[in-house]
């Protein structure tokens, strides 16, 4: 069995034993109310995306209370701040290594070190240990367009740095030349009680199959969403733009091989993204049955994705058994 698989048969293996250290970071934005409270709660599947990324790549470490508070946030955008921070601390060691990643409450006075408001706050740092960040860029690295790798973008600790912000939080970055570098975020918090668990999800709802076609510019994404739609038990093909997925849908059907369900990327940097693709898609075939996801749940397109085509939404980084209940689920309904 490849290590890709192993992951998530782990995953599955450990669906009941409420492996809270397992979990804590990414339960924060697994529950989404109607007031914009993202709560912490204990499932017994629930597993993002983003730690299988780090399972795949690197090593990982989770270190975590069990009584984590919740936060007042837009989960997509949470989401994507820890995807980017752990992303970047991935990118970091190309090799491999250890990315440690912690989580506790913190109790700020009115005069601290991130210049926030006394109160409560949630704590989330994410620690590598790749060749660290030189003094005269560390000051740099949340700056829109800066950036030292020669496919960057410069816009992922940017991002982060301006989601975190708004929501009231502090974002900072320490390193050591040579050891690593760890960024820690601040985000206001709310003491709560316990919550309750999350039923146990079905055999049947967690399997599926067809062929399944996903757009992502980004090879990690694209990777981590293929596995877990493989272990699934969907056959899966991706690309990297919407020109690719556009040609690659219209030969399968021209194959006899049409894909069952296409999720598209809403934005591409520079190419087609997913609003444009889904277009030309529904002129190739009308009944087809399209999946937009974003990292911003805010977004108009995401909101109101009947309208531009889309039969529904999936937030990124890709949650484990979301995406396979929503894929499952839309495929049902349409057959």
Same mark, same amino acid.
């Given at each position: 069995m490849s290590s890709h698989r192993q992951v998530f048969a782990g995953l599955r293996e450990s669906g009941s034993s409420g492996n809270q250290a397992d979990t804590a970071i990414t339960d924060l934005c697994a529950r989404r109310r109607a007031d914009q409270k993202v709560d912490r709660c204990r499932t017994s599947y629930q597993r993002n995306g983003i730690f299988c990324l780090a399972r795949v790549q690197c090593e990982s470490c989770h270190r975590s209370s069990d009584d984590l508070w919740s936060i007042e946030a837009d989960s997509g955008q949470i989401n994507q701040v820890l995807h980017n921070v752990l992303i970047n601390a991935i990118q970091a060691m190309p090799d491999g290594g250890l990315v440690t990643m912690t989580a506790r409450n913190e109790t700020l006075a009115s005069q601290n070190a991130y210049l926030l408001s006394s109160g409560t706050y949630l704590m989330i740092a994410m620690e590598d240990r790749g060749c660290g960040i030189p003094l005269d860029n560390l000051g740099r690295i949340f700056d829109p367009y800066f950036t030292t790798k020669t496919e960057g973008t410069g816009l992922g600790l940017a991002s982060v740095y301006s989601i975190v912000k708004r929501h009231g939080g502090a974002v900072e970055a320490s390193s050591t030349a040579g050891v690593g570098s760890c960024v820690t975020l601040f985000l206001p918090a709310q003491p709560c009680g316990k919550l309750e668990s999350e039923p146990d999800m079905t055999a049947l709802e967690l399997t599926g199959s067809g062929r399944i076609l996903i757009? #992502? #510019? @980004?090879?990690?994404?694209?990777?981590? /969403?293929? @596995?877990?739609?493989?272990?699934?038990?969907?056959?899966? @093909?991706?690309?990297?733009?919407?020109?690719?997925a556009v040609e690659m849908f219209r030969a399968a059907g021209e194959q006899g091989l049409p894909f069952d369900a296409v999720i598209l990327d809403l934005t591409i940097p520079g190419a087609m993204g997913g609003k444009e693709a889904a277009g030309l898609l529904l002129e190739i075939d009308p009944d087809?049955?399209?999946?937009? *996801?974003?990292?911003? *749940?805010?977004? +108009?397109?995401? /909101? #109101?994705?009947?309208?531009?085509?889309? *039969?529904?939404?999936? *937030?990124? +980084?890709?949650?484990v058994k979301g995406l396979i209940v929503e894929l499952g689920r839309l495929m049902r309904k349409g057959s």
């Open positions: 757009m #992502d #510019d @980004e090879a990690l994404i694209r990777e981590i /969403a293929t @596995e877990i739609l493989q272990f699934a038990g969907y056959q899966v @093909e991706s690309c990297a733009d919407g020109t690719a087809a049955l399209l999946i937009v *996801s974003s990292g911003y *749940s805010n977004d +108009p397109v995401v /909101a #109101d994705y009947r309208g531009y085509g889309f *039969s529904g939404a999936v *937030s990124k +980084p890709f949650d």
